[in-house]
T-cell receptor, first 107, second 115 residues
């Protein structure tokens, strides 16, 4: 069983829709990260959180430490949000990654 | 905005050849990492590096791999004798601190193709 599980694996939405991507983990962590990977391959950090909720523009990330669960929400989705969204957890000096969620937002 | 820079962006090499992947971390960062992503798979940790030595490595990081900080700016990953299964995207990352609550910044990656 993977230490970090994401759902769904693939998500197609229409422009303007509210999107939720979920992440569950099975190990003790110090922080959880949400990252974005574009088709060219580069990885960009979106959020790092260890409790509560963070917001940046149209993106919101939440974490529930007791339930070992985090969600990434995108409000008013846009085609430029199309990318792979990856959940990763910090343990010691390494990040352990989930499989990623491929998001496609159609105009 | 400071960024992690990786070169080359794409390298093709013959099986058995040595390759060196190069990274310039963000200048005031002290911790450096290599990750890899085989096509269609998730990103995997290879190694972390601090104060001129390896601080942690994964089971993937065997004797074929080595890392070095040859000067004050570069951080390199060497694969001594490449195998077909080494074909992957290799990401360098750096962070200011080494605690697990420190954000890591990633480079754009080097796509290594072993033929």
């Amino acid at each position: 069983k993977n230490e970090v599980e994401q759902s769904p694996q693939n998500l197609t939405a229409q422009e303007g829709e509210f999107i939720t991507i979920n992440c569950s983990y099975s190990v003790g962590i110090s922080a959880l990260h949400w990252l974005q990977q574009h088709p060219g391959g580069g990885i960009v950090s979106l959020f790092m959180l260890s409790s509560g909720k963070k917001k940046h523009g149209r993106l919101i990330a939440t974490i529930n430490i007791q339930e070992k669960h985090s969600s990434l929400h995108i409000t008013a989705s846009h085609p430029r949000d199309s990318a792979v969204y990856i959940c990763a957890v910090s343990r010691v000096s390494r990040l352990t990654f989930g499989e990623g969620t491929q998001l496609t937002v159609n105009p | 905005e400071p960024e992690v820079t990786q070169t080359p962006s794409h390298q093709v090499t013959q099986m058995g050849q040595e390759v060196i992947l190069r990274c310039v971390p963000i200048s005031n960062h002290l911790y450096f990492y290599w990750y890899r992503q085989i096509l269609g798979q998730k990103v995997e940790f290879l190694v972390s590096f601090y104060n001129n030595e390896i601080s942690e490595k994964s089971e993937i990081f065997d004797d074929q791999f080595s890392v070095e900080r040859p000067d004050g700016s570069n951080f390199t990953l060497k694969i001594r004798s490449t195998k077909l299964e080494d074909s992957a995207m290799y990401f360098c990352a750096s962070s200011r601190g080494g605690g697990s609550n420190t954000e890591a910044f990633f480079g754009q990656g080097t796509r290594l193709t072993v033929v």
